[in-house]
């Protein structure tokens, strides 16, 4: 994890302190549900909880001289033990502790991230609501297309962040699995039922099968739940600093007093945070891909995800989990600019309308393929000629004969384009 990068809440799940924390819970759940099958002592369980102790330091030297990381954990943890050591560790395997404890440490960390994602949709749907008939205008590759508003643009991204809380339920759903079902998971040296009650101790579920691992198709779902919401802050931070461009300047990244923009040119206000969770953005999905990898192992399982797993988790939900924070501080002072948007719209000289003409040529009996050579030709006047489309239209006698006056007056009713954005706020539930 890079500091610079990183939440306090989130961070703390992913310090080693925390995870060797994780690992004590499952351990003493497992000496728990020992105790009641009736195979330590009574008694046993809360002398390890009350003389069960650790440093990361002890353990990080125990470690030196056995390169194991959760035997230098079980080692440091009974150093103080009296008789409860003999039942700390008892009939599982290491993977048993590590990941039951990492599913509590994803749980945890979805549940962030779902909150994250739920506060940022409220945001965004207030900006909905609030510019729902902000006008503006629509671009397809970059080029002016058709009128829209900020507000329907908060609309798609209301929705895409529904959809982004939906999955990361979902993926929550499916890594909240423990498993305390030994070296190869068939329950050699453990009962199915220590493991239903270790999980359910620790508020999960077990795993209906495993092998000496979880299976790493969860914590696949999980890492591209992330990259996608990670991708979704992409699309519309890349929007935000689009927006921003200097002939465009619809918004504005926040400012802040003695805040610099350049070394160099004192003028510049640059979209920098935005620009940062696009960077995050492409390091968050590319952790997908090892992830995925992760899910092929050798037999009942091998060695080659545990590497990666140390940086992907932490790194991926570390990140999202900052993003998320700051596109909603930023969208919360974005400076919107109405006096921008109004020009844009009108920069190609009602072009925007050219459809709508079109559809009107139609209705009045030309066919489509006349219809089209007849607007992209008056089209064309305003691209080449400097000569308003409305101008153009009303000197072509083509169309004078076929579409009345009224009609074409009709053509050029900017309302017209934002008749149904309430019925798009009614279907995402923003207002009645």
């Known amino acids: 994890m890079v500091e610079r990068y990183s939440m306090p809440e989130m961070k703390q799940i992913w310090s080693e302190e925390n995870k060797f924390a994780s690992w004590l819970m499952v351990e003493q759940a497992v000496c728990e549900a020992w105790e009641e099958i009736g195979l330590a002592p009574s008694g046993t369980s809360s002398k390890v909880k009350a003389n069960a102790s650790f440093t990361v330091e002890r353990i990080e030297e125990i470690e030196q001289e056995t390169h194991h990381d959760l035997i230098a954990f079980v080692k440091c943890i009974t150093e103080k033990m009296g008789e409860e050591q003999r039942f700390v560790h008892y009939g599982v395997t290491s993977y048993d502790i590590e990941d039951t404890a990492l599913a509590i440490r994803l749980k945890q960390s979805c549940e962030i991230i779902i909150k994250d994602l739920e506060e940022l949709r409220t945001t965004i749907g207030k900006l909905a609501v609030e510019h729902a008939h902000t006008p503006c205008i629509g671009r397809t590759h970059g080029v002016h297309a058709e009128p829209v508003t900020f507000g329907f643009k908060m609309c798609v991204w209301y929705s895409m962040l529904d959809r982004d809380i939906a999955r990361m339920k979902q993926a929550m759903e499916d890594i909240s699995f423990g498993k305390i079902s030994g070296a190869v998971g068939i329950f050699g040296n453990a009962e199915p039922a220590l493991e239903e009650k270790v999980c359910a101790k620790l508020n999960l579920k077990n795993a209906p099968v495993s092998t000496q691992i979880i299976q790493r198709d969860r914590h696949a779902e999980v890492l591209c739940a992330l990259a996608i919401a990670a991708s979704t802050c992409e699309n519309w931070a890349t929007e935000m600093r689009n927006l921003q461009r200097t002939e465009i300047l619809e918004v504005q990244e926040m400012f802040l007093p003695g805040q610099r923009g350049s070394s160099a040119m004192p003028h510049k206000r640059n979209p920098w945070r935005f620009e940062t969770i696009v960077g995050l953005a492409r390091v968050t999905r590319a952790n997908a891909q090892p992830a995925m990898e992760n899910i092929t192992s050798w037999h009942e399982r091998d060695n080659t995800n545990s590497a990666c797993e140390r940086v992907i988790f932490a790194d991926s939900f570390s990140a999202l989990d900052f993003m998320l924070k700051s596109f909603n501080k930023l969208m919360n002072k974005l400076e919107i600019n109405k006096d921008n ?47 308003s489309f409305r101008e153009s239209l009303e000197q072509d006698e083509t169309v004078s004969k076929v579409l009345p006056k009224e009609e074409l007056d009709k053509c050029f009713d900017l309302e017209h384009h934002y008749r149904n954005v309430d019925t798009i706020l009614k279907r995402l539930g923003l207002i009645k």
Do not use: C, P
């Open 341 to 387: 948007m109004a020009r844009n719209l009108t920069h190609m000289g009602q072009l925007v309308f050219s459809e709508h003409v079109l559809l009107a040529l139609i209705r009045f009996g030309m066919t489509r393929e006349e219809g089209y050579k007849v607007v992209q030709r008056n089209a064309a006047n305003t691209w080449d000629k400097n000569i």
